[in-house]
């Protein structure tokens, strides 16, 4: 079993920043690919960046390309996420989700959020303008 703990929301004004980590146990090494995710609520679930863990390839939504950093930082063990996220807007504010899959290959992941195996109970930023 793989478990995610993120960390780092908060409350910031707008044109800040913040960085979220999440934190995966890994011991068998099973995670591939980690996402970022985040939700509104009333409104659906949308993908912000991803990153495949052995390639380091990595894959951002259009409103987060230009502000966002997705990043990661892994040993045998343990692999933890990171998302710089700069020049935030009040549009940003959401509970941001953190996910993880075996998978190492598979088109458009930041659309197919469902279909990742393990999740996060996510952090929250909000943005204030």
């Known amino acids: 079993q793989v478990e995610l703990v993120e960390s780092g929301g908060g409350s910031v004004q707008a044109g800040g920043s913040l960085r979220l980590s999440c934190a995966a146990s890994?011991?068998?090494?099973?995670?591939?690919?980690m996402a970022w995710f985040r939700q509104v609520p009333g409104k659906e679930r949308e993908g912000v960046a991803h990153?495949?863990?052995?390639?380091?390839?990595?894959?951002?939504a259009y409103f987060a390309t230009g502000r966002f950093t997705i990043t990661i930082s892994q040993d045998k063990a343990k692999k933890t996420m990171y998302l710089q996220m700069d020049n935030l807007k009040p549009e940003d504010t959401a509970m941001y989700y953190c996910?993880?899959?075996?998978?190492?290959?598979?088109?458009?992941?930041?659309?197919?959020?469902?279909?990742?195996?393990?999740w996060g109970q996510g952090t929250q930023v909000t943005v204030s303008s």
């Open positions: 990153i495949y863990t052995e390639t380091l390839s990595t894959d951002l």
């Open positions: 996910a993880a899959d075996p998978r190492n290959s598979w088109g458009s992941p930041l659309s197919r959020g469902a279909e990742f195996r393990y």
């Open positions: 890994d011991s068998t090494n099973r995670v591939n690919s």
